[in-house]
């Protein structure tokens, strides 16, 4: 996974006063915080986040180019939580959490089902339980998405984590008995076929 590099810059400064004056010169009050580090206050320009997240996938690693006081270190960091406004979506604050590259971190990937099921020619419904996967993996390794092949699939079957396929250096942190999909009977068919299991022979 490549790094989205973003320039930011420290500030000092707290409060609404200071966050109104901050968004109104086009840029968003931010947080970075870690393990290892004190938090830092930063100052990320609007429109350079939004525009790096254009090609990100799902869980971007930053190259933070932290501005202080006429020098500039990097950090690497996830981006752990964007508020925004719900009335306009405008960008409220942010929280970077910083990453240590050969300590692996726990993130959430979407799944993408990809396929056919072969139970859906029988009449099998096709039902979609988890969209996503916990994985634990070095930061470099953290895939955008994870591939669940489901063409197989065939009436009365699930997919569960531990049947997944992950990318080179993820591990599931999901249990492996956990469905992520299934094709299963439609309900009223489902329901005869119990009522007719149940009903007392000689009917």
């Known amino acids: 996974m490549s790094k989205i590099t973003l320039q930011v810059e420290r ?18 009050p931010a947080i970075f915080y870690g393990r290892k580090t004190e938090p830092l206050k930063l100052a990320v320009n609007i429109h350079e ?4 997240l254009e090609d990100a996938g799902s869980n971007p690693l930053f190259d933070l180019k932290i501005a202080d006081a006429g020098s500039t270190v990097s950090r690497s960091a996830l981006l752990k939580e964007r508020q925004v406004r719900p009335f306009d979506g405008s960008l409220v ?8 590259m050969d300590e692996s971190i726990e993130v959430t990937v979407p799944l993408e089902f990809e ?11 096709f039902h979609i339980i988890s ?7 070095l930061p470099g390794d953290i895939p955008n998405v994870i591939t669940v092949d ?4 065939d009436v009365g079957q699930s997919i569960h984590a531990g049947d997944l396929v992950l990318p080179q250096g993820a591990s599931a942190i999901t249990e492996a008995t ?15 076929e119990e009522a007719e299991a149940e009903a007392p022979e000689g009917e």
């Open 131 to 137: 969209r996503e996967l916990k994985v634990s993996c």
């Open 115 to 125: 396929g056919k099921p072969l139970g859906l020619d029988k009449g099998g419904e």
């Open 178 to 192: 956990v469905a992520v999909a299934a094709v299963a009977l439609p309900k009223k068919e489902k329901e005869e």
């Open 49 to 52: 986040f939004k525009k790096a």
């Open 93 to 100: 604050h942010l929280d970077f959490q910083e990453v240590l």
């Open 11 to 28: 500030r000092e400064e707290t409060g609404k006063g200071p966050a109104r004056r901050l968004r109104a010169a086009g840029k968003a």
């Open 150 to 153: 489901v063409s197989q699939l």
